[in-house]
């Protein structure tokens, strides 16, 4: 008899994690603690549960205006190499004890230097956290491999310096690059120039597309910059018609979508928050997922969703039935769209996930 699928076991299935951003991912108690440390005052609350609480009403706002307004207090403490390394660490470990086996954690350097730190300063003290957080998770006995994504906002002006970081540190664990920030306004095509110089250097990038805008975003990010990967890519159900009788049919940017495998970072419980869905039963990833395009489930931000890959795949799996062949579906799509060598990723598949999933079917 398979495992039955609880959160308790979802939690030991192996799991891959591509959008999960270091700045909404702190534990509550290490916000609370770094504040207290560097005098921030501004906190909206005092104990860990109630700052929990406060992360995710605020961000259940149904704007991704207003759910970004809360970082403003999280990136409040993480302006140190200290507090990089720490947050950082904490997350690497987080995962790990999570069931995550691969993740890829995203955050922007230009938001890290409010008080003085250089740009390659951060990126240093992150990738040190990301050392640091490895070692204690496999001292804890959970092995995880984890790398960086560098992202920049999209409001700002700093895109190509910030693609040139990647090249920078390709070789000491950043795997790419991300833009991130308001969508509405803000087209990835004002970061052309980032993309071209990151395509010529043979590097790979995501771009957040389709969650707080439309289809012109999703097809700005691949047509015009070139995305490997779309964040969130939920508004692509734009493009598809149902129509009575049940024939589904994709429209050309849709089919390209599925066609090309374009990966759809996908993050349920955030996409409700800020309205790109309408509930998780109603989340577009079950249509998709059931036409099979290359959807990976993620956390976007753990802090302010309140939320982890396993309970993102519990509250899939309770809305959608889904079992643990899906759940390895899902797996398998996220690890063969990492931004890790084509040999890494195959290993993943078959040393790890795939026998981990076995071993829950068997029960
Ligand atoms: O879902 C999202 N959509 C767009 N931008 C986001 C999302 N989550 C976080 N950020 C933005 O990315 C920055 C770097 O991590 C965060 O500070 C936040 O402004
Ligand atoms: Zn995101």
């Not at 790979?204 to 910059?225: K, Y």
């Amino acid at each position: 008899m398979p495992t039955a699928l609880t959160a308790e076991t979802i939690a030991t299935a192996p799991k891959v994690l591509l959008h999960d951003h270091l700045d909404g991912g702190l534990r509550p108690a290490t916000l609370i603690d770094l504040a207290e440390r560097i005098g921030y005052r501004e906190l909206p609350a005092d104990t860990p549960a109630a700052l929990a609480r406060w992360f995710s009403e605020s961000a259940y706002s149904g704007s991704l205006e207003r759910y970004l307004e809360t970082f403003t207090h999280t990136l409040a403490v993480m302006q140190t190499r200290e507090s990089l390394i720490r947050v950082t660490s904490e997350c690497v470990q987080d995962l790990a004890a999570d069931g995550v086996v691969y993740a890829e954690i995203r955050f922007a350097p230009e938001l890290h230097t409010e008080q003085g730190l250089p740009l390659d300063d951060v990126v240093r003290a992150v990738l040190d956290g990301v050392a640091a957080g490895t070692a204690a998770a496999q001292a804890a006995g959970h092995r995880i491999r984890a790398t960086i994504l560098l992202t920049a906002m999209r409001h700002a002006a700093r895109s190509r310096e910030i693609a040139e970081l990647c090249i920078a540190f390709r070789d000491q664990g950043v795997a790419g690059f991300d833009i991130a920030g308001a969508e509405a306004g803000f087209p990835p095509t004002r970061h052309l120039d980032a993309f071209e110089y990151l395509r010529r250097e043979n590097a790979h990038f995501t771009i957040h597309a389709g969650e707080g805008f439309g289809l012109p975003s999703i097809w700005e990010a691949l047509q015009w910059c070139g995305a490997d990967r779309l964040g969130h890519g939920v508004r692509i159900v734009d493009d598809i018609t149902l129509h009575p009788g049940g024939r589904v049919e994709l429209g050309r940017l849709a089919a390209y979508v599925r066609d090309k495998r374009i990966p759809l970072e996908m993050a349920p419980t955030s996409n409700v928050q800020t309205g790109a869905a309408t509930s998780i039963a109603e989340h577009p990833i079950g249509l998709l997922a059931s036409l099979k395009f290359r959807v990976t489930v993620n956390t976007d931000n753990r802090l302010m969703s309140g939320c982890s890959m396993t309970s993102e795949m519990t509250a899939l799996s309770e809305a959608f039935g889904y079992g643990w062949d899906d759940l390895q579906w899902f797996t398998v799509n996220a690890m063969k769209s990492a931004f890790l060598p084509f040999d890494e990723r195959l290993a993943l598949i078959n040393e790890v996930i795939k026998p981990g999933y076995d071993r829950l079917r068997r029960g």
